[in-house]
């Protein structure tokens, strides 16, 4: 995502973030999310404010997903009543960053903009990088999602083959059979819409932002369905921390929230699809 963003941009500070993300020795990660906006992207409430040959940014930023380790952040600010992309430094003594463990195990933090100074070439795009980057985010979450599917298919089938009931594997009981259909059905299904939703990034930005969103929808519906699912036809065993599929669950609930819900992603293609009418 932060590899969407910074493409195409001239300044050299995004060139040499870009050379240092494909080397691997920099972490950069987009700072999007703010208290309160749900998913305004593209309305921050963090300020951006012209200082001599710089900018000064005074904001929040919340649930940065891989946020602990970041060396850089890309972040969101209002400039002159449009958003701006910048990238800021994590090391900054005006930048406080909170880290925490989401839903799923992974690592996120909160930052704190205090009058965050940065050069003129911290400015590395506009609404047309952050559109892009929010739909490569998207994309390649539906693409994880899919990945977790598979793997809650996987140990769903292997538990029902293997745990026994009236003296016959689970597997060998027809409405398990369909159940287990239904699922891997599903799972398809959303494995098709991200093809479609790859396919889409080769067209205009409308027609690609519709391909994405639909995607994401298809991909959210099947993550609760398959996953909910998956715990149902374990059982008991499914709700333990020891066992996989509750800990697949979780994941699949953290990755539905991320660059957009399904209620935002349905508005998003309603929106685009009534102004093409």
């Known amino acids: 995502m932060a590899v969407s963003m910074l493409t195409g941009s001239q300044s ?11 080397d ?17 992207f593209e309305k921050p409430n963090t300020q951006a404010t012209i200082d001599g040959d710089g900018y000064r940014l005074s904001g929040k930023k919340i649930l940065v997903t891989g946020g602990d380790a970041a060396d850089e952040f890309i972040v969101t600010a209002s400039l002159d009543g449009r ?17 925490y463990r989401q839903l799923d195990g992974s690592w996120a933090a909160d930052i704190a903009l205090d009058g965050v100074r940065v050069e003129g070439d911290a400015l590395v795009g506009g609404i047309e ?61 959303a494995r098709s819409s991200v093809h479609s939703g790859l396919a889409g990034t080769l067209r205009s930005a409308e027609e690609r932002q519709k391909a994405i969103s639909a995607a994401r929808v298809r991909c959210d519906r099947a993550a ?32 539905t929230r991320a660059f957009g819900d399904t209620e935002y992603h349905i508005s998003r293609y309603e929106g685009l699809a009534f102004a093409d009418n």
């Open 12 to 22: 050299p500070k995004a060139i040499a973030a870009l050379e240092a993300i494909v």
């Open 224 to 255: 609760l369905t398959v996953g909910n699912m998956g715990i149902y036809l374990h059982g008991g065993m499914g709700m333990t921390m020891e066992y996989p599929v509750g800990h697949h669950y979780r994941r699949l609930v953290q990755l």
């Open 129 to 189: 990088a952050l559109t892009r980057g929010l739909d490569s985010g998207a994309i390649g979450v539906a693409a994880l999602e899919v990945g977790v599917l598979d793997r809650v298919l996987e140990v769903t089938s292997d538990y029902i083959h293997i745990r026994k009931q009236f003296g016959q594997p689970l597997a060998s009981f027809q409405a398990l059979q369909h159940i287990m259909s239904d699922l891997f059905i599903n799972t398809e299904m």
């Open 83 to 99: 958003p701006a992309l910048f990238l800021v430094s994590a090391g900054d003594d005006n930048l406080i960053r909170t880290t």
């Open 24 to 40: 691997g020795s920099v972490l950069v990660v987009p700072a999007l999310l703010e208290g309160g906006s749900r998913y305004a």
